[in-house]
């Protein structure tokens, strides 16, 4: 496996399993700069959100990167602002044209929400049959949202991309989508914002594998969602960490470390919500 590696989602397109996250980045240089540094790091994958407000220093990046667009995986998120009837086409729309972008690789519910998921999925197909999304997908369902949506859903989801790291591994979820043929993708892969996160970064037994390795825990805990076949996203605007968490090919986690990490489950819940509690 290399940086170049792909998994195949259930409509055949091939997903980078690493990518740049850009939550919290700003509109602004800060994000154009952190999405050229990845591309130059070799990532081909960057993953942000109507909601995040960065897209168009997201699309100036990659722009300004000089690569063929065709070799990015870009992928977007629908704003849960824009999740009513006659809104979430003109939302994507919005979308585009702030990233400068005709396509995106991958479109997104951002969250499910009681009583609109049905029709927010609705028009996500409808975007996917004009070719403008290559895949579409989910974030943040639990098992019970999918049973809702399956009974009207005429396009499958390609990705549930939910909160997973390693004091959060939600492993009966991770199974189930696997068992769909529903691609799983981390977010908040590092615990996210420091001090807020799950502490991820903290953990001594992370602490102790890293530094039998002569690795970051960030690499570590990176290397862990690879071995597992989980897409992941880590964020970062500092071009050095850019590069650390890609540097991630050239060592491997013994099936030993790979359980030690997997029983650190502590399940703290970065945004404080049970996903299971939210309606469909
Ligand atoms: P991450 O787990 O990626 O952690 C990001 C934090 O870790 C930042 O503070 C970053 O700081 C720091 N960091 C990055 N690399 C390192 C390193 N090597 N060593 C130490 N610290 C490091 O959290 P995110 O919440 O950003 O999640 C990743 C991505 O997932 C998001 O950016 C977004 O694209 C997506 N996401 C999706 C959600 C959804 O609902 N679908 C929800 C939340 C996130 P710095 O930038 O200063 O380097």
Known sequence: MDINATKKLNNGVEIPYLGLGTLHSKDNEETVNAVRWAIEAGYRHIDTAGAYGNEKSVGQGIHQSGIDRKKIFLTTKLRTEDMLPGQQIKGFENSLKLLQMDYVDLYLIHWPIAGKTLAAWKDLEEIYRSGRARAIGVCNFAEHHFIELFRDAKVKPAI????????????????????????VEAWSPLGGLEGKGGKSLDDPALKKIAEKHGRSMAQVILRWDLQRGIITIPKSTHQARIRENANLYDFELSTAEMKTIDDLDKDPRCFGRDLNSIGF
């Open 160 to 183: 549930n991309q939910i909160e997973l790291h390693p004091h959060l591994s939600l492993q009966p979820l991770v199974k189930y989508c696997e068992k769909q043929g529903i691609a």
